[in-house]
C-alpha cells in the first residue's frame, strides 16, 4: 500500500501526541505541527520514527490562515500527499461559568480562533489535496454539547466545531469524511495545569464517581477512537462519536434507590 500522510495540529503533545504515536506504529508519514514548543514537537517527532514512522515538525498558528495553508504545502513538500487531518490544536480560558463578568470579547476571539475557526482553515488548506478515501477528524469536547466546561469560550467554540464537522462533511462528501470526537475529562498536564493540583484531583474523583464506567481517559483511549475514525473502511462521516466513559450518561440509581448527583466537569483536550 502507498504510505497514507496525516496531518495533526497540536501534535507536540496529550492527544494529539497520542494519534501521532499509534500511527506511527502503522508506518503512517506524519506532519506534527506545534504552535511554540519545538522541544517537545522534537519529541514526538523522534519517536514517531522509533516506532517505525517518518514524521516532520512545523511550526504553525491554526489561527493563521496564512499558517494553515504553509502547513498543507509542508506535507506535500516533503511527502508529495495528504490522506488524513487531525485537528487536535485547541485552548482555553480556565473561567468559572458562574463568573460572566471573568471573559471578555477578545477572550471568545481568541479561543473561537484557535478552536473552531482554525480547524476550518485546516480542512480547506487540507482537502484541496485530498484524494478518494481521505478523512478529517476534529477532536472537540463534550463541553460542546452539555454546555458546561473550562469557560464559556471554550464551550460555543466546541460547540462551533461540532456543527462545523457537519458541514465540512456534507460539502466534502464522498471524497472527504469527515467526523469529530468529544472526550470528557482527559488525564494529563493539560487540566492539571489549568485546574490546579488539588482541583484536578478533586475533579477527576466526582468525574470518575458519576461516570459509567468509573475513571476518566487516557488520551491514548482518545487517540485510538480518532485512528479508528481515519480508516477508509469505517464508512462514518458528519458524526460526533462521544468517548467519555460514560460521564453524559451518569450513574443509573442505585439498589438503596439513590442517584449520583451529576458533576458539571471542566473538560478538554491537549
Not at 3 to 8: D, K, L, S
Not at 85 to 107: H, I, S
Not at 196 to 201: C, H, K, N, R, S
Not at 252 to 264: I, K, L, N, Y
Amino acid at each position: 500500500m502507498t504510505q497514507r500522510v496525516t496531518i495533526i495540529t497540536g501534535g507536540s503533545g496529550g492527544v494529539g501526541e497520542a494519534v501521532a504515536l499509534q500511527l506511527a506504529r502503522q508506518g503512517q508519514a506524519l506532519l506534527i505541527n506545534y504552535s511554540r514548543n519545538r522541544d517537545l514537537a522534537d519529541a514526538v517527532v523522534q519517536a514517531c520514527q522509533a516506532a517505525g514512522g517518518q514524521a516532520l515538525a512545523v511550526q504553525g498558528d491554526v489561527a493563521s490562515d496564512a499558517d494553515c495553508q504553509a502547513l498543507a504545502d509542508a506535507a506535500m513538500a516533503q511527502f508529495g500527499r495528504i490522506d488524513n487531518l487531525v485537528n487536535c490544536a485547541a485552548t482555553t480560558q480556565f473561567v468559572p461559568m458562574a463568573n460572566l463578568d471573568g471573559v471578555q470579547a477578545e477572550d471568545f476571539l481568541r479561543v473561537y480562533g484557535v478552536n473552531a475557526v482554525g480547524p476550518f482553515q485546516m480542512a480547506r488548506a487540507a482537502a484541496r489535496h485530498m484524494g478518494e478515501g481521505s478523512a478529517i477528524v476534529n477532536v472537540s469536547s463534550i463541553a460542546g454539547q452539555t454546555g458546561s466546561g473550562s469557560s464559556f469560550p471554550y464551550v460555543m467554540s466546541k460547540a462551533a466545531l461540532n456543527i462545523l464537522t457537519v458541514g465540512l462533511a456534507r460539502n466534502l462528501a464522498p471524497r472527504v469524511r469527515v467526523n469529530a470526537v468529544l472526550p470528557g475529562m482527559i488525564e494529563g498536564r493539560w487540566m492539571r495545569s489549568g485546574l490546579g493540583d488539588e482541583a484536578y484531583e478533586r475533579v477527576k474523583g466526582q468525574y470518575s464517581a458519576s461516570s459509567l464506567l468509573g475513571c476518566i481517559s487516557t488520551t491514548e483511549q482518545i487517540a485510538s477512537a480518532v485512528v479508528w475514525l481515519l480508516e477508509p473502511g469505517s464508512m462514518v462521516t458528519g458524526q460526533q462519536i462521544v468517548v467519555d466513559g460514560g460521564f453524559m450518561l451518569g450513574k443509573p440509581p442505585s439498589a438503596a434507590g439513590a442517584t449520583a448527583a451529576p458533576v458539571q466537569a471542566p473538560t478538554g483536550q491537549a
